[in-house]
C-alpha cells in the first residue's frame, strides 16, 4: 500500500512569485523521486476551470457579490478535493498547489470583509477538512507586488484583464494581514518566506525548510 502523499500549497498576494517558486518547487520534488501532481486555485477540473473564468473574467465580475465570489471557490475546491486531490495523496502523489483554503479566508473572509472564521468553516465543509501538510507564504509588501504585476500590463496568462487584481491597495493590505495571522496560529503547517529576496535565495530556504521538516 502506498503512503500517502505530501501535500504543499503555496500562498501569498499578487506579485509575490508564487507561480515561480511553484514550478521550481515542483521539479525539486520530481527530482527526488516523487510522483508530483500540480494544481491551481481555482481550476484543476472541468467545472473548477469554468469557475475560473467567471470568477476572473466575467463581463459582469464588477457586480458579483462578496457572497457569490466566496461560494464559487468553495464549490471549485469541493470538486477538486474529490475529483483530485484526494484520489492521488491516497496514491502516494504529492501535490504542489497554487493556493488552497488560506486564499479565500484571506481574500474573501478578511480582504472582502466576510469573516475569517465564516468563511473557514465553509472551507472545512467544502473540503472535508482536508488541510495542506506544509504551506509556504510568500510575504510582500502590497505596493512592491502592485509594481511587479504592474509589468504584466494587468492582464493574465490568458490575456484578459483579472479581476482579482483590480483590488485597491487596502483590500490587498487587508489580505496580506489576514496571511500573517493565520500563520502565527498555525506555525506547524506554515513557513512564511520573505519575498522581497532574490527567487535563488527563496527557493534554497524553501528546499532548506521542506527537508527540516520532512527529511
Known sequence: MALRGKFISFEGVEGVGKSTQVARFRAFLEARGNAVEFVREPGGTELGEDVRKILKFADYGDRMSAEAEALLFSAARAQLVREKLLPALEAGVCIVADRFTDSSVAYQGAGRGLGMEKIAAM??????????DFTV??????????????FRAGESAEGKTDRMETFPREFYE???????????????????ADASLSPDEIFEKICIEYERRFA
Open 123 to 132: 472551507n472545512e465543509f467544502a473540503t472535508g477538512g482536508l488541510v495542506p
Open 137 to 150: 507564504l510568500l510575504d510582500l509588501d502590497p505596493e512592491i507586488g502592485f509594481a511587479r504585476t504592474r
Open 174 to 192: 487587508r489580505v496580506r494581514a489576514a496571511y500573517l495571522q493565520l500563520a502565527e496560529r498555525d506555525p506547524q503547517r506554515f513557513w512564511v
